[in-house]
Structure formats: C-alpha cells, structure tokens
C-alpha cells in the first residue's frame, strides 16, 4: 500500500477523504471498492472505511444491486453551490492578466454584445502593447479573432443582430463553414495582419457550467518581434486552465505548437 508523506498544516484524515471523493467525481460512473482502492493506492479495508465515512455524510453512495460507489446527493449539493459562486469572465481575466505580464503580447476578455465582440478587460503586456484598444471597445465580427470565435460557437441570429449593427467600415465577408468548423474543433481562432500590419490575433472561447460560450480571451502580437518572451501557445495553456477551474466538460483540444 503506497502512502503520501503527510502535508504540513493538513489533517491526513481529511486529505486521505478527498483523494476518495476526488476518484468519484472524476470516474466514468459507479466504481467497485477493489477499483477504488487501486486509484487511491490503498488496501481495500482502508477504501471501505473511509467510503463508509462518506456514505453517513451523504457524500458517497452505494449502488444494492452491484454494491459499487459514486457521489452522494451532499457532493452534489457541494458541486452545484460551488458552480453558482463561480465567475468565468473574472477568471478569465485573471489569466489574461498573468499571461501580459510574462509573454511578449498584450491580452484581454472580450464579451458578445448586440454590436459584437466588445473589451471589457485589456492588460498592456510589458514588451509589447497595442494602444488603440482600451475599454469598451467593439471589435468587428468578421474581421477580428474575437468575432471567428463567437461565430463558431453562437446561434447564427445573434451574429446577423450584431453584423448590422456594425458601421460598413469594419464589416466584412461572413466566414466559411470550414472555418467555422476548424475553430470548433481546435479551439483556437486566429488571423493575422486583419486589424493592423504585422499584428496576429488569438482567441479562445471560455464556457459555462451550462457549456454555452460565455466570453473569449484574446491576446494581439507583433509577428516580427523578437522581444521578450514568445507567446506560442499561452493562450490555449490559460484557456484549459480557465476550464479546469471553472469544471467546464466542453473543451477542445489545443495544440500549443499551433
């Protein structure tokens, strides 16, 4: 039976109770104790105690018929106040605002409005920054990183509402469907030189609990700079960080060499 060196300032007890729910809640379904027991890496006495602990606390169930284990109505209770008490816009711009302090571009969140993509966060990076963005601004919904990646992802009436809502001068063509498509499946949005010369843009849309898009992260970059640190997959490493934190099931799959 393997054991973890015991944590400073933790209770082992405590610790050893997660690791049990954390199996749970992570497992493809119900689970037998012998399965349980090889995840947590301990005997199955062991599994079973601390299982029946969680069984009394309503944290942990256990099927009649096969006798296997899962969540308890208590852990989903847990689940559910936990996801209600989460703001993805604000993580996200946390992440935003770490990742313009240590790579060579500047990032922001952008939310979907009735004119389009619009800026409510923008972090200045400190090798590189594009002072014309600020605020409040409305990026164009075919011209823009931002607007390739709500398109992907919103229904198609809230993108025709905002198109018509955008001055003719930052309208463009609609996109194709396999563009569309690509970004579904990779996750990633990106044109380069589409706002400003020599400027790429990148974004990623961020989901609810509801798996509907909720806001993306962008970040803008000089293709020809050599300063300061690359930004080359920053973005999609803090958007699955972003979807970790807040328990989002709908993700795509990055390629940090993109």
């Known amino acids: 039976m393997a ?40 005997g199955n006495s062991t599994a079973h105690r601390y299982l029946s602990s969680l069984q009394q606390e309503g944290l942990a169930t256990q099927e009649l018929a096969s006798g296997h284990y899962d969540l308890g109505p208590a852990a989903l209770g847990i689940g559910l106040a936990a996801l209600q008490r989460l703001d993805p816009i604000e993580i996200a711009a946390q992440q935003m605002k770490q990742l313009a302090s240590r790579v060579a571009a500047s990032a922001g969140v952008v939310v979907w409005t009735e004119r389009g993509p619009t800026v409510v966060r923008w972090y200045r990076s400190a090798y590189f920054s594009i002072s014309s963005l600020s605020l409040g601004d409305v990026l164009p919904v075919d011209n823009s990183a931002c607007g390739l990646a709500f398109q992907a992802f919103l229904p198609s009436a809230m993108i025709k509402v905002a198109r018509r809502n955008q001055p003719p001068t930052t309208r463009g063509k609609p996109p194709q469907r396999d563009v569309l498509d690509e970004i579904r499946t990779s996750g990633l ?16 849309p961020v989901f609810d609990a509801q798996n509907e898009i909720v806001c993306a992260m962008t970040i803008v970059a000089d293709l020809g700079s050599t300063v300061g640190p690359s930004a080359d997959g920053a973005l999609a490493e803090a958007g699955q960080a972003v979807a970790q934190m807040t328990g989002t099931t709908r993700w795509v799959g990055f390629s940090p060499t993109r």
């Open 3 to 42: 054991s973890d060196p015991p944590r400073k300032g933790t209770i082992q007890s405590v610790s050893i109770a997660a690791r049990f729910l954390s199996i749970l809640a992570n497992s493809e379904g119900p689970l037998a104790l012998s399965e349980i027991a090889r995840r947590a890496e301990t």
């Open 189 to 204: 949005a990106e044109l380069n030189s589409h706002l400003m010369s020599e400027v790429t843009g990148q974004a990623v």
